[in-house]
């Protein structure tokens, strides 16, 4: 609470105090009267701070909108700029001379216009009102934590800070359907049946004539082909058309590997925008919309539709998932606490009070005997027994009388170290007093018996004090502040905030989860302690087996099944995707595999391959790149041969238009139905 | 090019319209100082905190407001630099002295304008990112002219005066009283003192009864603001010190198992770990075992040579 200017102050005033009254006021009074009107001032400077702070603290409101094209909204769109606008209002009675009122930035989002703070007299009932302006290009999750007030008074000695947590996810949806997506306007049939209905050869309801066939028993009459019956001779019936819509399903990977990438320019965002497009597109064909979300663990379906709602839910779910992020996994507990301290302290500063998040001092001693070699103290403190022995003996022999027969034999030994000993002490400078001389025979007569154990104590202390330097003790400090904060926030154990001072993976896995539950970017390690790629997954394949084969027992009709993952990393472990699919198009489904493309790596060309500068080679990380590049181009061209194999379509996102190839297929499914 | 937080930007606040009247009110308050201290017949009395407080403004050092409160009164206390007799306070020792208030309330309208003027031109919150995280070209969060309203010098002088007069009631309640062991409460009016063989001496009973009075008011403040603290804690303030509380009542015993389920967890990921780190630390605990049985045998000998010669 106290500012450095603050205590400078303070210690002036006391100091000048301190002198008037006890040396110099008798003669000179106005020493002490300057201190003592100092410190009334700082006195009365300080409780006016903390009334003001304390009677608002409680009563601050915080409404937050969200702006896009004028109006408020509840969900923003991607690639259209969102204004936000936060107003602050104080509901006490007293004023804040001097606040800062800031509204926290959704992280690793670009400020496009306006201010995110704003320096106030925070008087009553007046709003502060912060706008600005924040542009996503892909979809996702734009997180508000919440409002910061940092709170001075006008001299500048005391201050503090607040934090109003009101988190708010608001989630960013895929755009609207824009000029590639849009419907195409060419038409190919001319008997096409109404938009998002074809017609199936099978016997159904539908208007168009299918076949005849005998009249059975409880045929309808009205279904009777009189003519036909008229020239056979006997009753026959008109079969029908069945009409079905034609329903598409887009499974999206969300597995880790498509998480990674910068906010809004992930492959998940791209391939969630190219899902989104889809669907819009498909929708205003009044096609049915299904969605399967599928990562290394498990899949989540949203049945097909096509109403508005489920579009607006099929949207949020893609928004949603386009904001996950990877998980960083295996991290070290010193780059986690270097990026979640901080964090906390701007988000929990209440919770940093050292009232309530103590760190006593012997939470920074290291204990020697919670070593391995701990145990090993006690040696000294045996040894020193066995050398006091002959006291402890001769004690024996007063109060209980001889002693037994086996002790007698070795008690020459101890006197022989005892004299050994003596002789070594009668060495020692001596002052000729014996009031000092026989405290410092004595003095040094047990230091020399007890040695070992004094050696002993001079390791323990130095072995359990270096725990209060650096780097030990900084490090301590945070884990329990931080382990607290989490166990709070979990609802756990003081137990619990002990594990995470000692334990590094629980706790590294925490403060993990703490800065993704923050949409907080760490550091991803993309290869594990044996330089394997963490986040290639063979489970992804088993996953989306699972999914594709539901989606196929689910199916009344064939179907487009549109595969939006990366799959060219999983190279041999392909098998269950490429069973899936020929299931799928054993029941004559479409299927339609769409895949991420690195920017940085070029399509691979057909024809020989372009020579290379030798000069470039001897670089290694050029050889590197080339053989990186060329090894990702080579298993996109295996996956592209084994999918084609089996009759899948693949293309790259990267591909000229992947939509249009997409609605191209939905009214191939279409219309290869309705002709004859 | 001038950044924020350069001198020359400092001093274009300094010209801003409203600053401008704090600027002033701050040199009236030396001039002020300068006549009164002037009174002393040293020009040296009324010179230096003058000298010292310009320079705080135009140079913004922050450390110089403390300075000049120490050189005030000391030059209170000896007029020309070195203690040689004189000085106008020897000859009026009493509360409400019309010089003393005048001096100290100068000192405090100098030292708020001071204050004000840092907070607006200089820096008015601190920053307290890591100081990795900060540059120099970073601006200051500052206190905006735009904030300053009409009426808050006025505020801010009258404020200083009655400061300067609680501070006579106090040093007039400290003067008149004294400490009385043998009574309850422990202080007693001083002219009712006739013995005066057995009380503490002037300085000692005044030390006591500001330290008294202040503590008490401080104490009361800090019980009473410490209970509206708790009252405004929110659900998880008052869990973590629950678990705060229960936290330091069993660490020891959660700290030992902890440790050992650590250790645990180590080797069950790296089973031989264990045992590379037995060894390796057992070498080096042998080595200095090894070599400081060596050492104290020699010096055993050594030693046992020398008494047997």
Not at chain 1, 7 to 12: K, Q, R, S, Y
Not at chain 1, 217 to 228: E, L, S, T, V
Not at chain 2, 101 to 111: I, K, N, T
Not at chain 2, 263 to 268: G, L, N, P, T, W
């Amino acid at each position: 609470m106290l500012t450095a200017r603050g205590l400078w102050c303070l210690i002036v005033a006391g100091a000048v105090t301190l002198i008037g009254l006890t040396t110099v006021g008798v003669e000179h009074p106005i020493v002490a009267i300057l201190g003592i009107t100092l410190l009334v001032w700082y006195l009365v400077e300080g409780l006016l701070f903390t009334l003001r702070f304390r009677s608002t603290l409680g009563k601050i409101d915080v409404v937050r909108e969200i702006l896009q094209n004028g109006r408020v909204v509840s969900n923003a769109w991607s690639g259209i700029a969102c204004t936000v606008r936060v107003m602050v209002t104080n509901r006490g009675k007293a004023s804040w001379p001097l606040a800062i009122v800031m509204d926290r930035a959704p992280e690793a989002r670009k400020i496009r216009g306006g201010y995110t703070e704003q320096t106030v007299e925070f008087l009553p009932n007046v709003p502060v009102v912060i706008e600005y302006e924040l542009k996503s290009s892909g979809p996702g999750i734009y997180r508000f934590e919440g409002v910061e007030i940092r709170v001075a008074d006008l001299a500048g000695f005391f201050y503090k800070r607040i934090f109003l947590r009101r988190p708010v996810d608001i989630l960013i949806l895929p755009p609207l359907t824009d000029s590639e997506g849009k419907q195409r306007a060419d038409k190919r049939f001319n008997t096409l049946p109404p938009p998002g209905i074809h017609r199936l050869r099978r016997p159904g309801s539908g208007s168009e004539l299918l076949d005849l066939r005998d009249y059975i028993a409880g045929d309808p009459p009205k279904m009777i082909a009189w003519k036909a019956s008229a020239k056979k001779d006997k009753l026959i019936t008109k079969e029908l058309e069945s009409d079905i819509p034609v329903r598409c399903t887009l499974f999206l990977d969300t597995s880790q590997a498509m998480r990674l990438g910068p906010v809004g320019e992930t492959p998940l965002c791209r391939l969630s925008e190219v899902a989104s497009s889809i669907a819009q597109a498909a929708a205003a064909n009044r096609d049915l919309v299904g969605l399967t979300l599928f990562d290394e663990a498990k899949f989540d379906v949203l049945p097909a539709a096509r109403n508005t709602v489920h579009t607006i839910r099929l949207l949020s779910k893609l928004a949603d998932a386009s904001a996950q992020r990877p998980d960083p996994g295996g991290q070290e507990v010193k780059p986690m606490v270097r990026i979640a301290y901080p964090l906390a302290q701007e988000l929990y500063p209440d919770l940093f009070d050292r009232g309530l998040n103590s760190q006593p001092w012997g939470l920074f001693w290291k204990p020697l005997l919670d070593t391995r070699w701990g145990w090993l103290a006690w040696i000294p403190v045996l040894f020193s027994m066995i050398v006091n022995a002959p006291g402890v003996l001769a004690l024996y022999y007063m109060l209980l009388g001889p002693l037994p027969k086996w002790l007698q034999s070795i008690m020459p030994l101890f006197t022989e170290w005892i004299n050994f000993c003596a002789r070594i002490v009668r060495q020692r400078p001596k002052s000729n007093y014996l009031l000092l001389d026989v405290p410092l025979f004595l003095f040094a007569m047990l230091l020399l018996l007890n040695l070992p154990i004094t050696v002993t104590v001079i390791v323990w202390f130095i072995h359990g004090i270096r725990g209060f330097f650096s780097p030990h003790a900084p490090m301590r400090r945070k884990r329990k502040q931080l382990g607290a904060i989490f166990t709070v926030l979990d609802g756990g154990t003081p137990a619990t905030v002990e594990r995470y001072i000692h334990d590094d993976e629980f706790f590294a896995a925490r403060a993990g989860k703490f800065l993704a539950d923050h949409h907080v970017e760490v550091p991803v390690a993309l290869y594990d302690g044996d330089g394997r790629y963490r986040f290639r997954s063979e489970s992804k394949a088993v996953v989306l087996q699972n999914a594709i084969l539901g989606s196929v027992s689910r199916a009344r009709d064939n179907e487009l099944f549109v595969i939006l993952a990366d799959l060219t990393e999983l190279g041999d472990d392909m098998a269950a995707v490429l069973k899936a699919v020929r299931v799928a198009r054993s029941r004559h489904h479409h299927v339609m595999v769409i895949v991420p493309w690195p920017s940085d790596v070029p399509a691979a060309e057909p024809g020989p391959k372009t020579d290379i500068d030798p000069m470039e080679l001897l670089r290694v990380s050029k050889l590197v790149q080339i053989a990186l590049v060329r090894g990702y181009q080579q298993r996109y061209e295996k996956l592209q041969k084994e999918l084609v194999r089996v009759g899948a379509t693949v293309l790259r996102v990267t591909d000229r238009d992947p939509i249009r190839a997409i609605l191209d297929r939905l009214d191939r499914v279409r219309g290869a139905r309705s002709r004859r | 090019m001038t950044y924020p937080n350069s001198l020359p930007a400092y001093w274009k606040v300094l010209l801003d319209e409203r600053v401008r009247g704090y600027v002033m009110v701050a040199g009236c308050a030396l001039i002020a100082i300068f006549v009164i201290q002037l009174s002393t017949g040293s020009l040296v009395a009324g010179g230096v905190p003058m000298l010292i407080g310009i320079l705080a403004m135009v140079l913004r050092w922050t450390a110089m407001p403390g300075f000049f409160v120490g050189t005030v009164a000391y030059l209170a206390v000896n007029p020309f630099g070195a203690p040689l007799p004189g000085g106008r306070s020897s000859v009026l020792p009493s509360s409400f002295s019309p010089f003393d208030m005048l001096l100290v309330a100068a000192v405090l309208v100098y030292l708020h304008a001071q204050f004000r003027v840092y907070s607006l031109a200089k820096q008015a919150f601190p920053d307290e990112r890591v100081k990795a995280a900060r540059s120099f070209r970073d601006p200051h969060d500052r206190r905006p002219p735009r904030l300053i309203s009409d009426n808050e010098l006025l505020m801010m002088i009258l404020f200083a005066v009655g400061t300067t007069i609680a501070g006579q009631f106090v040093w007039l309640f400290i003067t008149q009283f004294e400490v009385d062991s043998k009574l309850f409460p422990p202080i007693r009016f001083r002219l009712f003192v006739r013995d005066r063989s057995d009380l503490f001496s002037m300085a000692v009973s005044r030390f006591l009864l500001f330290t008294m009075s202040f503590g008490c008011v401080v104490g009361l403040a800090r019980i009473v603001l410490w209970y509206w603290q708790i009252r405004q804690w929110h659900r998880e303030e008052a869990k973590l010190l629950l678990l705060d509380t229960g936290w330091l009542e069993s660490r020891r015993e959660y700290s030992r198992i902890e440790t050992w389920r650590a250790a645990r967890i180590v080797d069950q990921r790296n089973p031989g770990e264990r045992w590379r780190r037995f060894k390796k630390t057992g070498k080096r605990l042998f080595n200095v075992l090894f070599f400081g049985f060596v050492s104290i045998c020699v010096l055993m000998l050594f030693l046992a040579y020398f008494i047997i010669r």
